[in-house]
């Protein structure tokens, strides 16, 4: 135990409490719990050095009684430092108060540990929580990370650095910073290393960042699922306004069931790269929503640059100022294979399509009535599109959803195209995000 008013030379036990984290860390071994009586600590925690890992069958436990508080103390640098296995942290506010330094960090062998239930804020760097070093297997789960601000610069709530692998980060809320809420940083052009590899990003709500809630810069095999993203706002001076992009040279991104709300743009894809185009993204079974114009804002859901083989399938677009998808404009290059099917897109503005989209597939969509499809600056309705060539088992519905519950209308029920990645609860899947019947 660890306590306040404990002594160092005590044994450690609830009767005799140790003072500091440090010397706690010193005597755990796996199986073993360290409980840290509420109060302030001014060290450093350094899961590192000496200190011993735990194991898959006996992890070691370090738990915060009523929300003990670390904050920095004479040392200078993150004030949590894990490069151990199968540690179980949880139930601190971590406060940085300002410093130029990570709240925490995670390198190496983290394997099976967690970070959980805890306030991690107020840091003046690049990132409130970053992995990196090779930092593999470790969990954010339950945490409150806010407020990781550099004037005029990124401070990230959660920054995945390159040769980072298997990372979940989960159920988390991450809000007011001042880059974005979770970035998986990219090696090209600066920094060397493989990409980091194999992130899960489920259950968070992001929002209220000068940036982005999610940037997915060169990262490998990554999904976005179940995520609130929203209050994603243009700043005057610094520009922003989409929730999520995914851009340089990401590849295999599954972006599923999250809701998108009040932003400027739901969703980017591609832009500026140094190498491959994105590729190997879905995105799947999405609410795009109530977006915003202010400012010079977008008011759009998807804005599709350069990649190849993006698929956008079964997602919801209401609610909508500006174009549900822009495609094609040449940001860097073609739109290159794009599939666009069983989407419900209740906007007037259905598509602005410039003229670099070899290859689009479009299908099974669910129009408002009187939408129109800018094709390289003609006005479109959708006949005059389909004769184009597209969207031939597309058709158009004056009621394609319910207002309140966003759920599918009749005239989008059961009658989607049937995809690889379709799941369906009735005689066939629905058209659009939510599938009615489950």
């Known amino acids: 135990m660890v306590s306040p008013t404990g002594n160092d030379a005590a044994a450690g036990t609830e009767p005799a409490p140790v003072r500091t984290l440090t010397k706690a860390l010193s005597l755990a071994g796996p199986g073993d719990r360290i409980r840290v009586l509420a109060g302030s600590y001014a060290e450093r925690v350094l899961i590192t050095g000496s200190v011993r890992a735990g194991t898959a069958e006996a992890p070691i436990t370090l738990e915060g009684v009523e929300l003990p508080r670390i904050l920095p103390g004479a040392q200078q640098g993150a004030l949590v430092v894990v490069e151990r296995p199968h540690w179980r942290i949880r139930g601190f506010d971590i406060d940085a108060q300002n410093r130029p330094a990570f709240a925490v960090v995670f390198s190496g062998n983290t394997e099976g540990t967690v970070l959980s239930g805890s306030e991690i804020h107020h840091a003046r760097y ?89 940037d997915i810069k060169t990262c490998y095999n990554v999904t976005i699922r179940r995520n609130k993203l929203h209050k994603a706002r243009r700043h005057p001076r610094l520009g922003g306004n989409g929730a999520l992009v995914v851009h340089m040279s990401a590849r295999d991104v599954l972006i599923e069931e999250n809701d998108f709300y009040d932003a400027g743009l739901a969703i980017g894809i591609g832009g500026n790269r140094y190498g491959p185009m994105p590729s190997g993204i879905v995105i799947r079974r999405n609410l795009i929503r109530d977006m915003l114009t202010e400012g010079g804002m977008t008011g759009g859901g998807l804005q599709l640059a350069v990649s190849t083989g993006t698929q956008v399938v079964n997602n ?120 009615s019947g489950c």
């Open 126 to 214: 690049g990132a409130g929580i970053s992995f990196h070093n090779g930092a593999h297997g470790a969990t954010l789960e339950n945490n409150h990370i806010h407020h990781i601000f550099v004037a005029n610069k990124d401070g990230h709530g959660v920054l995945i650095q390159p040769t980072v692998r298997n990372i979940t980060v989960r159920d988390n809320v991450i809000h007011d910073n001042s880059g974005d809420s979770i970035q998986c940083y990219s090696p090209d052009g600066s920094v060397p290393g493989a990409p980091a590899d194999g992130l899960l990003i489920e259950g968070n709500d992001l929002y209220g960042n000068i940036e982005q809630s999610i």
């Open 316 to 435: 919801t677009f209401t609610r909508l100022p500006g174009p549900a998808l822009i495609l094609g404009r040449g940001d860097g290059g073609p739109t290159q294979g794009l599939v666009l099917k069983n989407n419900i897109i209740d906007a007037d503005q259905a598509m602005e399509v410039g003229d670099q989209v070899p290859g689009l597939t479009t299908g099974s969509n669910l129009y408002r009535p009187g939408a129109t499809f800018l094709e390289e600056g003609a006005a479109l309705n959708l006949s005059q599109w389909q004769a184009r060539g597209q969207d031939r088992t597309s058709r158009e519905e004056a009621a394609p959803i319910d207002p309140e519950t966003l759920s599918p209308g009749p005239a989008a029920v059961d009658r989607a195209e049937r995809l690889e990645l379709d799941t369906s609860c009735g005689a066939g899947p629905d058209i659009g995000a939510v599938e």
